[in-house]
């Protein structure tokens, strides 16, 4: 990373953990909770207190959000929507649900700044790699929308693309399943579940880590994924501290 884009030494005095930049993933179903459809509200607060927790741990910190509690795209594509129609409103759904974490992480008293790649200049910045860099320097958490603002790709692909862009240190991928398992845990009760993993064997076995472009660019950039059940209070804590949650994806 850039000297430019490391914290101060004030901070660098005061935190001891591996990683100073991150990118957070976060699926669109994980701000759903249990209530099937949406947003849950006890859901989205609580993880705005724990990114929050985060940046005031001294972590510099930005969010690619998905948009599957509203509307995914393959899903109206395979409804019979034209792809590209149905990938711009997953692209919408996506801007929704960072307006309304970034409420959220506000009501917490923490700045933040939602930046889409669609140009929605009414609820959200234009996405400038500079400057959203310049918002993390300032201790801004920056949240993503809109994917990569082109149909076709998922935000799988816009996390690994903007961590690369940012300069991050890791991409956390927060799920709902606590790792990346040999099998569907759920169907087979002999399912193991990997605590490392290489990016071949990832891509090799398609385990679902991300999808095989995200992970080819992660891997092509030596980029290290960790996932982790992110509705589990305090892991995404453990996964900045780099302690063991979940299963961590990095190049042999």
């Known amino acids: ?62 969010v690619v959000i998905g948009g599957g509690n509203i509307f995914r795209g393959l899903t109206g594509a395979a409804k019979g929507m034209d792809r590209a129609s149905a990938d711009y409103m997953g692209m919408m759904a996506t801007v929704m649900n960072a307006v309304a974490l970034q409420d959220a992480i506000e009501r917490q008293g923490e700045n933040v700044r939602v930046v889409s790649a669609l140009h929605i200049r009414e609820v959200a910045e234009p996405y400038i790699r500079r400057r959203a860099i310049r918002h993390l320097e300032k201790d801004r958490i920056v949240i993503f929308a809109a994917g990569t603002g082109n149909p076709y790709f998922t935000t799988d692909t816009a996390a690994s693309l903007r961590a690369m862009e940012i300069g991050a240190d890791v991409v956390l991928k927060g799920t709902k399943v606590d790792g990346v398992y040999s099998a569907d845990p759920k169907l087979d009760s002999k399912a193991k579940r990997y605590t490392q993993l290489s990016f071949t064997e990832a891509l090799t076995n398609k385990l679902g880590v991300m999808d095989a472009t995200a992970m080819s660019l992660c891997r092509d950039n030596d980029m290290p994924i960790v996932v982790f059940n992110i509705n589990v209070p305090g892991n995404l804590m453990k996964a900045v501290h780099g302690e063991a949650v979940g299963t961590l994806v990095r190049e042999e």
């Open 1 to 62: 990373m850039a000297d430019s884009s490391k914290p101060t030494d004030s901070q660098e005095s005061e935190t001891d953990h591996p990683y100073e930049r991150v990118l957070l993933k976060l699926s669109g179903e994980v701000l759903m909770g249990e209530v099937g459809y949406g947003i849950d509200s006890e859901t989205i607060s609580r993880l705005a207190r724990e990114l929050v927790d985060v940046r005031k741990y001294g972590v510099q910190l930005a």
